[in-house]
T-cell receptor
């Protein structure tokens, strides 16, 4: 039972580069979300999805895009990386947002 | 606006003793959900306990229990018989009970267990 799988675990980018963080879950969860975690702060919601084809913005969506073409996958795209996006990124899924969330192992992203 | 505040950046406790982590929140809703999550050094986020606001009974999960004071908007986590494996960051989170799907998180409390 894989749960929530995030790839890659670590990534270094140069300013202006683009990349996609992958997230996949095998629990048939409808709700998926992306967070960033910065030192001294709690998790901040970037984008979330309540089902395939449905996405919405969270607290800090600027600079990030998402899509949800299938129930299993919820990729996060950085179109033009900026140093302010250096952070640890977590993907999570749950049957709904009021149910326990299952988290991936996180991606540590550094933007130079 | 909803907020979640964890006023203790760091707490320490002797192994086998009891420790309480505090969490206060602000919401105008009457129906909502509260969570405590644990993040050990491995970075994986793990659910500790969940409380539904409409339930008066405090949630418990083995050595973990909460003191939910709805009027005071307080949701503290008590860890009994602390173990070395309890060392981690602990995060409190709030989710409104309506169609708003967002979880709001506190800044976390680092728990240190002294052997």
């Amino acid at each position: 039972n894989a749960g929530v799988t995030q790839t890659p675990k670590f990534q270094v980018l140069k300013t202006g580069q683009s990349m996609t963080l992958q997230c996949a879950q095998d629990m048939n969860h409808e709700y998926m979300s992306w967070y960033r975690q910065d030192p001294g702060m709690g998790l901040r919601l970037i984008h979330y999805s309540v089902g395939a084809g449905i996405t919405d913005q969270g607290e800090v969506p600027n600079g990030y895009n998402v899509s949800r073409s299938t129930t299993e996958d919820f990729p996060l795209r950085l179109l033009s990386a900026a140093p302010s996006q250096t952070s640890v990124y977590f993907c999570a899924s749950g049957r709904s947002s009021n149910q326990p969330q299952h988290f991936g192992d996180g991606t540590r992203l550094s933007i130079l | 606006a909803q907020t979640v505040t964890q006023s203790q950046p760091e707490m320490s406790v002797q192994e086998a003793e009891t420790v309480t982590l505090s969490c206060t929140y602000d919401t105008s809703e009457s129906d909502y959900y509260l969570f405590w999550y644990k993040q050990p050094p491995s970075r994986q986020m793990i659910l500790v306990i969940r409380q539904e606001a409409y339930k008066q009974q405090n949630a418990t999960e083995n050595r973990f229990s909460v003191n939910f004071q709805k009027a005071a908007k307080s949701f503290s986590l008590k860890i009994s018989d602390s173990q070395l494996g309890d060392a981690a960051m602990y995060f409190c989170a709030l989710r409104r009970g309506d169609s708003n799907y967002q979880l709001i998180w506190g800044a976390g409390t680092k728990l240190i267990i002294k052997p």
